[in-house]
């Protein structure tokens, strides 16, 4: 059974770092596209970061140069490391994978992690 489990969110303050886990079980992250997406209140799920399986990484413009994407191939699990975090920053974070192409629309992911809270704020 593919399960993707989260963790490492939290309150942090404008400026601040967090970092994301998400633990795989039941398949082999290296041979899925993986990524993460966030869901703010009132507001579409927007994709945030992804690895493809050749490792090329991709990111929205609002987290690019301050997020980084990473996998652990040996512990089977993905990270999402914030940094610089801003208020606007502040979702539900979701990891997700698929066997399919590397793609940021969200509902082509077969795979998904319960959700993490990231909290920006004073």
């Known amino acids: 059974q593919l399960r993707l489990v989260e963790s490492g969110g939290g309150l942090v303050q404008p400026g601040g770092s967090l970092r994301l886990s998400c633990a795989a079980s039941g398949f082999d992250l290296r041979n899925y596209v993986i990524a993460w997406f966030r869901q703010a209140p009132g507001k579409e799920r927007e994709g945030v970061s992804f690895i493809s399986r050749d490792g090329s990484t991709y990111y929205a413009d609002s987290v690019r140069g301050r997020f980084t994407i990473s996998r652990d191939n040996a512990k089977n699990t993905m990270y999402l490391e914030m940094n610089s975090l801003k208020p606007e920053d502040t979702a539900v974070y979701y990891c997700?994978?698929?066997?399919?192409?590397?793609?940021?629309?969200?509902?082509?992911?077969?795979?998904w992690g319960q959700g993490t809270q990231v909290t920006v704020q004073v």
């Open positions: 997700a994978a698929d066997p399919g192409e590397a793609t940021m629309m969200w509902v082509l992911y077969e795979s």
